[in-house]
């Protein structure tokens, strides 16, 4: 079982950036897709982009652009980059394990979810 612990959250103004990272225990955290998420208020969780164990990446229209998933599988952490902060991006932002539909390409999460991070936008 993966145990995931995101970090880097806080408040910013409008336009700013942000580097989130989610430190990950588990001997196979380089063969997993990992993929964060967020949740704003009074809204579902929502996915906002992926990597998987080869670096390729996916993206949530609304971040394209905008933010950028990495990853150092030495280090078994997953970052979040997040630049041109706009007040809609204010939400817990959750990383995890997930694994992709063949079929519809949907994301699904794999581990026990963790604390998240707060990420405050002002505009």
């Known amino acids: 079982q993966v145990q995931l612990v995101e970090s880097g959250g806080g408040l910013v103004q409008a336009g700013g950036s942000l580097r989130l990272s989610c430190a990950a225990t588990?001997?196979?955290?380089?063969?997993?897709?990992m993929a964060w998420y967020r949740q704003a208020p009074g809204k579902q969780r929502e996915l906002v982009a992926a990597?998987?164990?080869?670096?390729?990446?996916n993206y949530a229209d609304s971040v394209k652009g905008r933010f950028t998933i990495s990853r150092d599988n030495a280090k078994t952490t997953v970052y979040l980059q997040m630049s041109s902060l706009k007040s809609e991006d204010t939400a817990v932002y959750y990383c995890?394990?997930?694994?992709?539909?063949?079929?519809?390409?949907?994301?699904?999460?794999?581990?026990?979810w963790g604390q998240g991070t707060l990420v405050t936008v002002s505009s």
């Open positions: 588990g001997s196979i955290f380089g063969l997993n897709t």
């Open positions: 990597i998987t164990s080869g670096s390729r990446t």
């Open positions: 995890n394990t997930v694994r992709q539909l063949r079929s519809t390409g949907t994301y699904i999460p794999l581990g026990a």
